[in-house]
């Protein structure tokens, strides 16, 4: 018998359009199926599509190659993305028949944003093909020219279906697999995201997933968190054999005496130190858009967002610092790169040790792009921040002709006003507020050029730095209805 806790573990995600044939292929592929297999949950078979997340395996020399099955739906792309957090490598599957579709280029997106290095393209459906093979790859390469993974990629050609070209694909995902640098930490503390759980009758409750961090040892003690149940390793299994310890990397199934599992949901952590998580729902973070996401990112924009195997939805403020101020940006403009406080509709827990995010706008048709790209966690936010925003103020020139120069009403409503506004910037072509005039908040102000024109009734602008404390959108909806009713 093999020893499977003996072979280095690698775990592939299988992505692609709805019906390109990825959970054929995992089948043709695999040898080990797991509980939360292939279509396992009953609307799978129901639907006949994949909805869920499925787990199978196969052994190529020294390694365990675990396929991570998720849906190609797009209305399913958040169950997808839940998947990338513990993928090596990704395998993009295409229908042959039919080239890149919509939700092709967003998993490719997905996982470009999220640093997944390495890819291998799956031509499939290539007994249904009537073209010519050699041309069709070509343009597959023509495609990928365009993303961060280049036309020089591995790409095979088969039919799961008919098990044509399987052979000389697993061959290829070898030479990949030992192509690749996973670092996997074995001496932190434990933590596996849940991505399935049950009850065996006779046994208890059982949770499964895969271990990123750590060593995982029978009687061990382990919390569940947020649920805050805990109870003790009765049984670990790697793809239903059973061994006496498990490490990151490895796909486990565990048994837990005490584990309330009614309780248990997919976003859940097992983990032996509940302080490697931070409790929160606002956070500062460095957003790194996707170059092909076109719309702006406003000031309050919702979200959705994946952290491990959750999606949540929150909103984006995004703003930059100037002279030690974070300043509001009223719109993300064409920045690739910006930071913004993410205020999430709920809390939930953030590994502070692999803090990476993915930002989505699920909210958009699914014929669109919806991948606005990933986040990294900065720090966790307490209380709500102070931010400053630019007021615009509007005068007016009222005596362009004076001696002691140009006049304006209108920036300040008393001489006291007009006293507190001395020296401040004005927006081109004026320069800056050089003394009051009179008693009645008259200013004279500077202008760039002095042979400039300027006629009474010009506009004149102040913008004015004020701060505000950062409200989430709930608060502020409250607060609209509440000024409704008044």
């Known amino acids: 018998m093999i020893k499977i806790e003996n072979k280095i573990p690698v775990h592939i995600g ?32 129901e639907r006949g599509i994949t909805i869920d997340l499925g787990f199978t395996s196969f052994i190529l020399d020294e390694y365990l190659i675990t396929l991570v099955d998720g849906p190609g739906h797009a209305d399913l792309i958040k169950i997808s993305a839940s998947s990338v957090e513990i993928i090596d490598c990704a395998l993009i599957v295409i229908d042959i028949t039919k080239g890149p579709q919509i939700q092709t280029g967003e998993h490719i997106i997905m996982i470009e944003s999220l640093n ?9 459906k290539i007994d249904l093909f009537k073209g010519d093979l050699d041309a069709e790859v070509k343009k597959i390469r023509d495609f990928f020219r365009s993303t961060s993974y280049g036309s020089d990629i591995p790409i095979f050609s088969v039919s799961a ?64 968190i947020p649920i805050n149940s805990s109870g003790r390793v009765k049984n670990i299994q790697i793809f239903h054999q059973n061994v006496d310890e498990a490490k990151a990397g490895d796909r486990v199934g565990v048994n837990i005496k005490g584990l309330d599992i009614k309780k248990v949901y997919r976003g859940c952590y097992a983990t032996n ?24 990112t406003q000031f309050g924009t919702q979200v959705h967002v994946t952290i491990g195997m959750f999606t949540v ?55 669109s792009l919806r991948i ?15 931010l400053f925003k630019f007021k615009l103020k509007k005068g007016y020139v009222q005596n362009p002709k004076q001696t002691q120069g140009i006049v304006c009403s209108g920036l300040a409503q008393s001489y006291e006003g007009a006293k507190k506004i001395i020296g401040r910037k004005l927006e081109p072509p004026f320069t800056k507020i050089i003394d009051t005039f009179g008693t009645k908040g008259l200013v004279i102000v500077g202008i760039e050029k002095r042979d400039q024109t300027v006629k009474k ?30």
């Open 116 to 124: 997944i290095k390495d890819v291998i393209v799956v031509l499939n």
């Open 313 to 367: 939805t929150g909103n984006l403020f995004p703003y930059y610092e100037k002279k030690g101020k974070r300043i509001q940006l009223e719109s993300s403009g064409d920045l690739n790169t910006f930071n913004a406080f993410l205020w999430l509709n709920e809390k939930v827990f953030i590994n502070k040790e692999k803090s990476t995010m993915l930002l989505s706008r699920l909210d958009l048709p699914p014929t």
């Open 14 to 45: 299988l992505f692609g359009h709805i019906d390109s044939g990825k959970t054929a292929l995992a089948a043709g592929l695999s040898e080990f199926i797991s509980t939360a297999g292939i279509d396992a949950h009953p609307q799978s078979k």
């Open 161 to 224: 279906k008919s098990q044509l070209g399987i052979e000389a694909l697993k061959q290829g995902i070898l030479e990949k697999v030992k192509t690749l640098d996973i670092e996997r930490n074995y001496e932190g503390s434990v933590i596996i995201p849940i991505d399935h759980h049950f009850l065996i009758k006779g046994r208890g409750a059982v949770i499964t997933g895969t271990i990123l961090e750590g060593r995982l040892k029978l009687n061990q003690d382990i919390d569940v």
């Open 372 to 386: 606005l790209g990933a986040a990294k966690l900065i720090t966790v936010i307490k209380d709500p921040p102070e």
């Open 457 to 486: 009734g010009d506009p004149i602008a102040l913008k004015e730095l004020r701060s505000f404390t950062l409200k989430s959108k709930k608060d502020l909806n409250l607060l609209k209805i509440i000024n409704n009713i008044k």
């Open 273 to 296: 130190n509940k302080n490697s998580f931070e409790f929160c729902d606002l956070v500062d973070i460095q957003v790194k858009k996707n170059k092909l996401f076109k719309p702006k």
